[in-house]
């Protein structure tokens, strides 16, 4: 239980920071990049990282030998849904759908490796 309230510190912390890249991309980006998203975008990621968090430790706990498994699944079906919400979005927008894109990319990679981080560390720790 002390993990889980250690990881919600740290995605607390770490989407504080990513809060700042929201606002630096809303103030300094070009035109063609800003979207009105960018807060349901940040949202999204926050919640779906401590899901799949909880998720992957449940499964862990339960049964250490499952979990490559699940994390390699989840990762997968994961990867797939962002996929379909970006090309959903890009084919419905058209061109509008630029700074929508990058800023989901951008959240995507910053999120990933977050979750590897936290993982790979609450991993160590119970070795």
């Known amino acids: 239980m002390a993990s889980l ?3 919600s510190i740290k995605l607390s912390l770490f989407s504080i920071i990513t809060m700042g890249i929201i606002l630096l991309w809303q103030q300094y980006a070009p035109e063609r990049f800003q979207t009105n998203l960018g807060w349901f975008i940040w949202g999204f990621f926050m919640v779906v990282t401590a899901l799949i968090h909880f998720l ?4 862990a706990e339960e049964s250490p030998k499952k979990f490559i498994t699940h994390f ?5 079906i994961k990867l797939f849904l962002y996929l379909v ?4 979005y890009a084919l419905l927008k058209g061109k509008a759908a630029l700074g ?3 800023l989901f990319l951008i959240f995507y990679l910053l ?10 560390r609450h991993f160590k720790k119970a070795e």
């Not at 390699?72 to 997968?76: D, K, L, P, Q």
């Open 5 to 7: 309230k250690s990881f």
């Open 56 to 59: 992957l430790i449940k499964v």
């Open 72 to 76: 390699m699944a989840i990762t997968g």
């Open 85 to 88: 919400i970006v090309l959903l």
């Open 100 to 102: 929508f894109v990058v």
């Open 111 to 120: 999120y990933s490796v977050f979750e590897i981080i936290t993982l790979l």
